[in-house]
Structures are given as structure tokens and as C-alpha cells.
């Protein structure tokens, strides 16, 4: 027998640790909705102190770039080197650049 | 002794014709995560679903032996430590089940099967858990072989089940060195209480021993799930693993582990052991366990008894979405 909760929607939790400057995706949950998903988080996730702030999102609004992708996705990036700074030589001795 | 599973796996390695395939087999040889949007072969999603699934039906089950004596702990310290250890492994099935839900199946469907008997769980929760020591035997032996077994499950070729096995691991060591201090507090107490203990421990170590399997010439499933790479080291090799760890653990509590065959042999490094009792293990794999149909019950008045809380949770949600619309 099919229950409402079977319907609950699906939401990933990410958490940012004490020292953390991200929050970090955790895992996730089904939960009724975004307050119980919330406590549902803090009660899984952070039994142990992992994080000190909680987001829960639910899965259907996050766009996600495809793992089979990757390459051409993100190919222009990687034939830019002058993006970085090490492309750039500096005479020794001169300094704070 | 050891079998080198891992060589042998290398030079059988399949070409494959569609190129989809041969991507699969390139990333299991390449030591690359399978993740839950490529493509795989429909048995290896089938195997993987009813072997994650089962593992976190094992979590949930689990939570009854251990449970039974929370409101007997016989102190507060130990019961804190054991309320802490049963919610953990609740966590634990979850992350199992979400692992599981990456690959298309539903947690009501997963749920519905274990009621119903179509899905297993390990057989070591079907034994009793008949007096406090079984606490300290069950964390330290019962937790520790399933450390042994979910490190080895860290290498597995499925990304979700692989990253739950590393979350999991952190979490359970303190699980064994819970059981392991209980065991001690008992061994090193009255004589009652290290009679207490040494009974726990030849009540619970060949069970344990039979959470590793059968011989692998025995498992119909080994040779598979080796050349999928969800299955990395032997049985046996994790067997013996587990014996060669624990059996110093057991001399330091001063108690005799049940085998009057065990002995360290100099020449492969290894503690010898006797031979299991098969006919035990498959009458209890095939469901003859002490608590099989209780663990089952209540199993399944949990999840009825509980169906209040599931509908209020819905009830409440929609009442406050539609309190939001009209605002």
C-alpha cells in the first residue's frame, strides 16, 4: 500500500564545519518538508559536531553538469594557461608581485 | 595463504563490443568510481541493489538485539554510550538505503521486501542477545568483523557505496572499543562477572566467524562480484584477518575463544583455526535463526506503529503550504 510519506520529497543536506569556509554536501534525506528535512539533517549529520550551519535543498532544483561531460564541458579551461600566474616570469629580485 | 584476487581479476578483464560497456569495464580496471548516472550492466545494478540493501536492513535489525538491554545497561555511562551506539547504526542504514536509491529502486519497495521476507539481512542478528555481556561481545566481535569486512567494502567499484563504507567506518570504531571496554570492565571483575563474559564470548564468536561466508568455492556470487570489483578480498582472506586481529584482543581480557583448534602457526603468520559448523551456517542463513521471526515482527510493528508519525509529519506540511499560499 502506497503511503503519503512514500511521496516525500527528496532534499541533499550540505553542512559547514566549525572551521569550515563551505558548506559541504553530506548526504540526504526524505523528509515532509524543509523544517522537519532540517532537524532530520542535524540529527544524522551532525551527531558529532561535524558542522555549525545546515542547508538542505531538495534534489529536484539543483542542476547538476553530467559526469559524462566532463571533458567537453569544461574543455576551454584547460588550454588557458595564462590564466594563471605561474605563465607570468618575474627577474629575480624584484618583489611583492 | 592469501589469495591474490586482485592479479588474477587484471588479466580477465572483458572487452566488450558496445562502447558503452567497454567504458564500464574501463572504469572497474582503471580503479575509476562507478557513479549512479553511467551506464552499467543490469546485473551488476541488481546485485548491487540487493546487496546495499540488505547491508542497511542488517543496521536497522541490528538495532533490536542491542536495544534490548538499554533500559537494563547497568550503568549510566553505559547506557548513554549504548542509546549513542543504536542511533548510529540507524544513521547507518540510512545512509545505506540512500546509497541504494541511487540505482532505482525505492525505499518503500526496499522497506516492503524485508517485511515480507523477500530481502535477507545478516544472520548474526537472529541470535540472542541473553545477558549484558553480550553487549560488550557483540561490539567488540560482531562490530569488529564488520569493520574488517566495510573496510575492505571502502575500495568497492560503486561510488555511493564506497563513500557510505568510509562514513560508516569512522563511526563504528567506536562501537567496538565500547564492546572491547565492557568486555574488560566484566573479565577483570568478579568471578561472576568474568563467567558472565567468557559465556558472551562462546556464545558469539562462531557466529561471528560466519558473518564472513562460506568458503568462496562455496559462494555462488564470489567470482562476479570480484570481476566487478565490489568484492575486493576473499572471504576467507577477511576471515582470517579478523581471527589474527581479535585473538590477541582476547588474550589481553584473559578469556579462551571457544576453538580448541586455534593456534598460531609460525611458518604462514597466521592463527589456525577449526572448522565451522556449515550445517549451522546455512540453517541459519536459510532462516533458521534463533530470532528470525521475532526481529521480523518487530521490525514490522515499528514501521505500523509508526505510521502516525508519518502521516501527522504530512498532514502538518500541507496544512502549512497551503497557509502559505493563501497568505
Given at each position: 500500500m502506497t503511503q503519503e510519506s512514500d511521496q516525500w520529497p527528496l532534499w541533499e543536506v550540505f553542512v559547514r564545519g566549525r572551521r569550515g569556509l563551505t558548506h559541504q554536501h553530506a548526504g540526504s534525506l526524505y523528509a515532509a518538508d524543509a523544517q522537519m528535512a532540517l532537524e532530520n539533517a542535524r540529527d544524522l549529520y551532525t551527531r558529532r559536531q561535524e558542522g555549525i550551519s545546515i542547508w538542505v535543498v531538495p534534489s529536484n532544483s539543483i542542476t547538476a553538469s553530467s559526469p559524462t561531460e566532463d571533458g567537453s564541458f569544461f574543455e576551454p579551461a584547460a588550454d588557458k594557461v595564462y590564466r594563471h600566474p605561474t605563465f607570468y616570469p618575474i627577474p629575480e629580485g624584484v618583489e611583492n608581485l | 595463504m592469501a589469495m591474490n584476487s586482485e592479479r588474477e581479476t587484471e588479466s580477465r578483464t572483458p572487452v566488450a563490443e558496445d562502447p558503452l560497456e567497454q567504458g564500464f569495464w574501463d572504469k572497474i580496471r582503471d580503479e575509476i568510481r562507478i557513479e549512479p548516472k553511467d551506464w552499467m550492466p543490469d546485473a551488476y545494478r541488481k546485485t548491487l541493489i540487493r546487496q546495499i540493501a540488505q547491508h542497511a536492513h542488517s543496521e536497522i535489525v541490528g538495532m533490536q538485539p542491542e536495544g534490548n538491554w538499554i533500559t537494563r545497561a547497568p550503568t549510566l555511562e553505559r547506557k548513554i554510550g549504548l542509546l549513542a551506539k543504536v542511533q548510529d547504526e540507524c544513521g547507518h542504514g540510512l545512509y545505506l538505503y540512500s546509497a541504494a536509491e541511487t540505482l532505482g529502486v525505492s525505499r518503500e519497495e526496499l522497506l516492503t521486501a524485508l517485511h515480507e521476507g523477500r530481502m535477507k539481512y545478516s544472520s548474526i542478528f537472529n541470535y540472542p542477545t541473553l545477558s549484558w555481556a553480550d553487549i560488550g561481545a557483540i561490539g567488540w566481535l560482531v562490530d569488529g568483523a564488520a569493520i574488517v569486512n566495510q573496510i575492505s567494502l571502502c575500495r568497492n567499484s560503486y561510488g555511493p557505496y564506497a563513500r557510505a563504507m568510509v562514513r560508516i567506518c569512522k563511526e563504528e570504531s567506536f562501537h567496538q572499543r565500547q564492546g572491547f571496554g565492557i568486555m574488560l570492565a566484566l573479565a577483570q571483575g568478579t568471578e561472576d562477572q568474568k563467567a558472565m563474559s567468557q559465556d558472551a564470548l562462546d556464545r558469539w564468536w562462531w557466529p561471528t566467524l560466519m558473518m564472513f561466508g562460506p568458503h568462496d568455492s562455496e559462494s555462488s556470487h564470489s567470482e562476479q562480484s570480484t570481476a566487478w570489483k565490489i568484492k575486493r578480498q576473499s572471504n576467507d582472506e577477511l576471515r582470517q584477518r579478523f581471527i589474527d586481529i581479535t585473538v590477541p584482543q582476547a588474550d589481553h581480557l584473559g578469556l579462551t575463544i571457544p576453538?580448541?583448534?586455534?593456534k598460531w602457526n609460525e611458518a604462514d603468520g597466521h592463527y589456525h583455526f577449526g572448522e565451522i559448523d556449515w550445517d549451522e551456517f546455512w540453517a541459519v542463513v536459510k532462516g533458521g535463526g534463533p530470532c528470525r521471526r521475532q526481529r521480523i515482527k518487530t521490525r514490522v510493528d515499528a514501521h505500523e506503529k509508526g505510521q502516525w508519525v508519518r502521516d501527522a509529519a504530512s498532514a502538518y506540511a500541507r496544512k502549512h503550504s497551503s497557509r502559505q499560499k493563501a497568505a
Open positions: - | 576453538d580448541p583448534e586455534l
